[in-house]
């Protein structure tokens, strides 16, 4: 699919990242045979090029959430069809709160770091910034640093799915968050 033309013009290729992000988190793992989630977050974007004329919010931290919607819809879509289920509104319903949580943990990790409460007040705004923060780590730190703030992981957890000894993960992660604060300063 290509690229939407005037996508960075109207702002919406900024939430590329974020969007993959989110739409990592959710996708099923059975699906990836046959759709990567860059595929749904390139579709998301499209249609909200499409449709930005129905956008009626402010702030980037409505936007993010706009396109949350888009996201938790495509990503519906994608399940009903590979999965062959009828429309389920309980399992869309679910999706757009589990990547709300996504996104609102995103903010949670932003404001752990950040230092001053103002810095804190924007966590919304600042999820979109992380997840730009996020694609710049090494895979294996960054992927430590979302098994660990994302989805909660303890350190023994982290070290069985990277397959490392939990004193190597433990690296990893304090590494992780080291370079991952260095980013965000290097952006503010």
């Given at each position: 699919m290509d690229k939407p033309e005037?996508?960075?013009?109207?702002?919406?290729?900024?939430?590329?990242?974020y969007l993959g992000l989110l739409a990592r988190e959710q996708f099923d793992a059975k699906l990836r045979t046959k759709l990567d989630p860059s595929d749904i977050v390139q579709q998301t974007l499209a249609e909200a090029f499409e449709n930005e004329d129905q956008f009626r919010g402010?702030?980037?931290?409505?936007?993010?959430?706009?396109?949350?919607?888009?996201?938790?819809?495509?990503?519906?879509?994608?399940?009903?069809?590979?999965?062959?289920?009828?429309r389920d509104i309980a399992q869309e319903q679910a999706l757009d709160a589990a990547l709300e949580q996504s996104s609102a943990r995103l903010g949670d990790i932003h404001g752990s770091l950040a230092s001053s409460p103002s810095q804190k007040a924007i966590r919304h705004e600042d999820a979109l910034q992380l997840a730009n923060a996020l694609q710049q780590l090494p895979d294996a730190q960054r992927e430590t640093v979302v098994l660990r703030h994302l989805h909660g992981y303890?350190?023994?957890?982290?070290?069985?799915?990277?397959d490392r000894s939990p004193t190597a993960a433990a690296g990893l992660l304090k590494r992780g968050l080291?370079?991952?604060?260095?980013?965000?300063?290097?952006?503010t």
């Open positions: 005037g996508n960075s013009e109207n702002g919406l290729e900024q939430y590329r990242t402010q702030s980037p931290a409505q936007k993010a959430g706009w396109l949350r919607k888009i996201l938790a819809n495509n990503l519906a879509d994608v399940h009903r069809r590979f999965g062959a289920a009828k303890s350190l023994n957890e982290i070290a069985t799915e990277i080291k370079r991952l604060r260095e980013i965000l300063d290097e952006m």
